[in-house]
Nanobody
């Protein structure tokens, strides 16, 4: 059974930091392109960052320089370090694992709220 479980969300003030984690099971984690996506109220889900098997990373322009994606293949975990958070970063953040050929799995999300 495939499971992706996000954690680490919460309420923070602008300028503060959070670290999201995604624990996985049931997948050959090291083979997957892993990513973080987010969905704000009334908006479509959007890419935040991805990391490939060879640790190449890609970031949305809005988070580049503030967020860092990383992975631990031994622990089958994905991380997102979010610094200098802004109110516009408020969203539900989802973990995704993609192997291509239609094999893509999602977690249930974790809420991040940035507000003073």
């Amino acid at each position: 059974q495939v499971q992706l479980v996000e954690s680490g969300g919460g309420l923070v003030q602008p300028g503060e930091s959070l670290r999201l984690s995604c624990s996985t099971s049931g997948i050959s984690f090291s083979m997957y392109v892993m990513g973080w996506y987010r969905q704000a109220p009334g908006k479509q889900r959007e890419l935040v960052a991805t990391i490939t098997r060879d640790l190449s990373t890609n970031y949305a322009g809005s988070v580049k320089g503030r967020f860092t994606i990383s992975r631990d293949n031994a622990k089958k975990m994905l991380f997102l370090q979010m610094n200098s958070l802004k109110p516009e970063d408020t969203a539900v953040y989802y973990c995704n694992g993609d192997l291509g050929s239609g094999q893509s799995f999602w977690g249930r999300g974790t809420q991040v709220t940035v507000s003073s």
